[in-house]
């Protein structure tokens, strides 16, 4: 009877040890505990874009914790809650409502008072066909090499709502590269910045953007939206609801509902992005060797973006008047990494110029790369989806 | 009165909406391929080798095909109503085994394929014809179906002998490359893509830049003009104030008259001061949750 007890309590005993994260953990899931537990410390003591970073870096402990299959608890387990919540991200719901929270935030002021600014947006996204070019090179298939290219694009809801569409198996990979390089916009692109810029260039002073009227800042959604997606309808989810959101905003009459796009909606839904995308690099479907090679790429088409952006500034110089050139360290701003990359451009030109605040300029570029990158999505997913 | 019209144009308005989503759906099924002489291909549910037909529901809505019928060369075959099997689901396939005995069920119908050269499909009345197949007997091969080929949308349907019998599944069997990578065999650099990818962001953010260009020299236009015309008001009042007398403006003279009054007015409210001082309790008793209008009923309306 006592030996009958204990072997069932053994059986027992061992049968549990069989289903806990002890017993199924590999060495894939310590690397990726690891590098979640390093978004975190970025997140939350060196302040790395911590609204991205905390949940992205949770959300992969999350999703590294091993557990016995078939318990329905995994990501990409049929049935479970995580599966659920994930549905918005691989369906692609989750980022054209980040997109309208962000039409909602956003002043398109600098831009319309300033629209040659726009060109500087379209320029920079040379980044994204240059990662597409060097994905190819690198034996990626055309839908794969498309996804990873909007990394360029340095915009997480956009990279994540491609990548769904063409190469969902690297939306995961894709995702926490974009987010990543977005967090690191403050180092990797000042050296580009001051490679291509002479001291003369980085001290030029722009003149002030002159008031906008709130008929232009309702004009612009409108025509905006009609614009762009006659162009590119494929571009309808992001450029609808980006649009959408800024005419809550600029309208007048629909506070409270710019006012819950920008503020709990927003909110609700990064967390849930967030938390989802850092699941869903659960190391037996993360860490391949396709994935080091998208953080790899990932990383130069950020370059490729900057270099793209400034240069373009620099040629524009060429046609305009004295007075009236535009500082090339707005450049960089050009990638739609809202808004790091204008604060890297103010910072800069504060370092050579105390005086010479260039925050506003840059946010002209920047907003208008947040319309080039849905643009370029749409494009690439009208080619090759 | 009124309500009794609202009442009987919404019901129309149910009943040609539930016609027409009926109606719609009916349509969308259609027959997708036949097999006639069936030697060594598909059983039916009593393990036979007969005739079949497939029929495919290319909609996004549920079908029910209970009550449809089918008609052959002289005669006809009503599906079952009420049996829950008949549900086409969207964009799904249903079999009918011809096997020219009505006993075996909602889904062995009363004829053979070889007794005839031609099956359609009516709706619920009977009369409306849904989709038809003729064929020649001659040409039906031994385990070889019959049904779409393509279905391009432009020409509309295209029937043939299949390369493979596929029951319950797609006709279309042809492993296809996708669109990227014939993208990508003609363009394996992705230069083509880059130039033409950076053509269109340019050409819509320079489309946008020119539009805010003229829309902006527009309104600072519009801005110069109000206040060119403000300055003009400006000098005109300096050079000679009484000639001044625009819409919506006063003249000096008039404005005086109406202080003055105002002025009046407000001294003989406050002609005698009491002197008393007085301290009332500041209190709101009102507050919406103490409200009755929150908190009671409407007492119900018996006319």
Redesign the interface.
């Known amino acids: 009877m006592r030996e009958g007890f204990f072997e069932f309590l053994g059986d027992n005993l061992a049968e549990f040890w069989n289903f806990t994260g002890f017993a199924n953990a590999t060495g894939g899931h310590l690397i990726m505990i690891a590098i979640g537990l390093f978004f975190l410390y970025l997140g939350i003591w060196k302040k790395y874009e911590p609204m991205l970073l905390v949940p992205i870096g949770f959300g992969i402990l999350i999703g590294n914790i091993p557990f016995f299959p078939g318990m329905q608890v995994g990501i990409y387990e049929d049935g479970s809650v995580l599966n659920y919540l994930y549905f918005g991200v691989i369906r692609g719901v989750y980022p054209p409502l980040i997109f309208l929270g962000i039409g909602a935030m956003t002043d398109f002021s600098a831009l319309i008072s300033n629209p040659k600014l726009m060109l500087i947006g379209a320029a920079a996204q040379f980044g994204i066909f240059a990662a597409y070019i060097i994905a190819l090179l690198f034996g990626y298939s055309a839908a794969e090499a498309g996804a990873i290219g909007i990394i360029g694009g340095a915009d997480g809801p956009t990279a994540i709502f491609l990548s769904s569409r063409l190469a969902p198996d690297l939306m995961g990979a894709i995702a926490i590269s974009a987010y990543s390089y977005m967090a690191l916009v403050p180092v990797l692109q000042p050296p580009v910045m001051k490679l291509l810029t002479t001291r003369k260039e980085r001290l030029i002073r722009m003149r002030p953007p002159r008031q906008v009227s709130q008929t232009e800042k309702i004009i612009f959604p409108i025509v905006g939206l009609l614009l762009t997606c006659f162009l590119v309808p494929s571009g309808l989810p992001l450029l609808g609801m980006l649009f959408f959101g800024n005419l809550l905003k600029e309208s007048g009459v629909t506070r409270r509902l710019a006012q819950t796009a920008s503020g709990p909606l927003i909110d609700i839904v990064t967390i849930l992005i967030g938390l989802t995308v850092g699941a869903s690099t659960q190391a037996t479907t993360f860490l391949t060797a396709k994935s080091i090679g998208i953080f790899g790429i990932g990383a130069l088409s950020f370059i490729f973006a900057t270099f793209a952006g400034v240069l373009f500034v620099k040629i524009l110089n060429l046609f305009l008047k004295p007075g009236n050139k535009i500082n090339p360290l707005i450049g960089n701003a050009g990638v739609s990494a809202v808004p790091d990359s204008a604060r890297v451009s103010n910072e800069i030109g504060l370092h050579y110029d105390k005086t010479n605040y260039l925050l506003m300029h840059a946010m002209g570029p920047n907003v208008a790369g947040v319309i080039g990158s849905a643009v370029a999505a749409g494009i690439l997913l009208g080619f090759l989806g | 009165m009124e309500r009794k019209i609202i009442k009987t144009v919404l019901a129309c308005a149910a009943c040609l909406f539930a016609f027409g989503a009926s109606a719609q759906g009916i349509k969308d099924v259609r027959i997708n391929e036949f097999l006639v002489n069936n030697v060594d291909s598909y059983e039916d549910d009593y393990g036979h080798r007969v005739g079949w037909i497939e029929l495919f529901n290319a909609g996004y809505a549920q079908v029910d095909v209970g009550g449809a019928y089918f008609k052959v060369r002289g005669k006809e075959y009503r599906i079952p109503k009420n049996d829950p099997r008949t549900k086409l689901a969207p964009q799904g396939y249903m079999i009918f085994f011809a096997e020219g005995t009505a006993s075996k069920g909602t889904f062995h119908t009363n004829f053979t394929l070889d007794e005839t050269d031609y099956i359609a499909f009516y709706d619920q009345s009977g009369r409306v014809l849904v989709d038809s197949v003729a064929y020649s007997q001659a040409e039906m091969l031994a385990d070889v179906s019959y049904g779409v080929l393509s279905d391009d949308g432009k020409d509309g349907l295209v029937y043939g002998n299949l390369s493979a019998v596929t029951p319950m599944a797609t006709n279309d069997v042809e492993e296809k490359t996708?669109?990227?990578?014939i993208?990508?065999q003609e363009d394996?650099?992705?230069?083509v893509?880059?130039i033409?990818?950076?053509s269109?962001?340019?050409?819509?953010?320079?489309?946008?830049?020119?539009?805010?260009?003229g829309?902006?020299l527009f309104?600072?236009h519009l801005g110069k003009l109000a206040e060119r015309k403000k300055e003009k008001r400006a000098a005109v009042m300096a050079e000679n104030p009484a000639a001044v007398k625009t819409k919506g403006t006063l003249s000096h003279e008039e404005m005086a008259a109406i202080a003055i009054a105002l002025y009046k007015y407000s001294e003989n409210l406050h002609d005698i001061e009491k002197t008393v001082l007085t301290i009332n309790r500041v209190a709101r008793a009102y507050s919406p949750w103490s409200s009755k209008i929150y908190g009671l009923r409407e007492t119900p309306n018996k006319k």
Do not use: K
């Open positions: 996708p669109r990227s990578e993208f990508r394996p650099s992705g230069g893509m880059a033409s990818a950076m269109v962001v340019f050409t819509a953010l320079l489309c946008l830049a020119l539009i805010f260009t829309t902006g309104f600072i």
